[in-house]
């Protein structure tokens, strides 16, 4: 995933945060292996999408989100100084665009959770004070939440289903109550994707 770490490479520090995954103080729940809890908590991904119209995704990396909200992603030192926006991507979250095109340098740095207008159109979810994070339920990743997901959450719950699947939205690696309702009032609330 990290192909590009190293001195020929443009470092850039983000900061997000889960609502499903969220327990409160700045830190969410570690979700990769809740029986062995670390500072691990999810894969995610970033992209960086043209600056202009058509806005293609030109660039992709994964990294080991923590629990602390903090990530670190590499790409191709030749990024560095141009203009793109981020994309933010989750196995079971709506995904978020940057409100605007930032210019990236080695180390940048940029923090989703200070604000709601952070994200295109303000698509986030307000956790506590002075903390945002992705809105949780998109199980299926077609870019909305609606009642596909909630279907499905709804049917894993009632079978008592267990592991890390993305219909998992608290982390805890078991579809039940929980998860069934951050879907079911998420759902409500006719959430998709919002982008340039």
Known sequence: ADEFTGICATLVNLKAFIQGFYIGGGMMRSTINPALPTSDCDTLILQLAQSTSPYTILFT??????TNGNAQFYFPAAVSGNNYFLVLKHRNALKVWSANAVTLTNGFSFDFSTSANQAFASNQKLLEAGIHGLYSGDANQ?????????????????????????HDLTGDHQIESADFSLIENNSLLLLNVAQP
Not at 151 to 159: F, G, H, S
């Open 61 to 66: 990396d994964t990294a080991i989100l923590q």
């Open 142 to 166: 077609d870019g909305i939440i609606n009642n596909t997901d909630y279907t499905e959450i709804e049917a894993m719950t009632q079978n008592y289903t267990s592991g890390y699947y993305s």
